[in-house]
């Protein structure tokens, strides 16, 4: 019923609260991609096995594990759950483009992981300078995945 595009609509009468679940997780999962590189550009200039330094890697532990990847998951269920809602009119392109950015989102996701890793064995392979660089991706990615949402270009 509902964009009468998908003919699978098993969770059609969910659809206001699964769109209002998708929004919610996913402004959690993007306040941990803006916020966990600007952890990483200070901690960077911070001594390893300075009380500073260990203070940043509970940060970052705690922010990527109890907040960001329990949202990124929820995004990704809530998000699966509305293409099963009718809503989605699969001739139109707007999903698929916007799945290859949140395959690019999830990707940059996985690659913090792997540098709060190094931050917590005192690993040092990149300077707060390419921390800050890396800052914008998730915001240009942020602001092509609303638009494709919202405005369905195509
Ligand atoms: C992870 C996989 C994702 C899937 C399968 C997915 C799928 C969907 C679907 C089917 C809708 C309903 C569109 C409609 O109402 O016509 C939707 C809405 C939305 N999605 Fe996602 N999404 C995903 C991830 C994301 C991410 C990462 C973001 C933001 C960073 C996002 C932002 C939005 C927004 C803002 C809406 C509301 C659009 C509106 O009400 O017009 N989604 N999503």
Do not use: Q
């Not at 949140?102 to 792997?114: D, E, N, P, S, Y």
């Not at 990149?126 to 369905?152: M, S, W």
Request: charged content about 10%.
């Amino acid at each position: 019923m509902p964009g009468t595009g998908g003919a699978v609509n098993l969770l059609a009468p969910y659809l206001p609260w699964l769109k209002a679940l998708h929004i919610l997780s996913v402004i959690a999962w993007m306040a941990g991609m803006l916020y966990l590189p600007r952890l990483f550009v200070y901690h960077a200039g911070a001594e390893p096995g300075s009380p500073m330094s260990e203070t940043f890697k509970t940060m970052e532990r705690r922010l990527y594990r109890a907040i960001m990847t329990p949202a990124m998951v929820a995004t990704w269920l809530f998000g699966i759950g509305l293409t099963l809602t009718g809503v989605v009119v699969w001739s139109t392109f707007w999903l698929y483009a916007k799945l290859v950015l949140v395959a690019g989102m999830t990707w940059l996701h996985v690659i913090f992981g792997r540098w709060c890793r190094d931050f917590a064995a005192d690993r040092r392979p990149h300077g707060a300078g390419f921390y800050r660089a890396i800052n914008e991706l998730p915001t240009l990615l942020l602001i092509g995945i609303v638009v494709l949402a919202v405005v369905k270009p195509f």
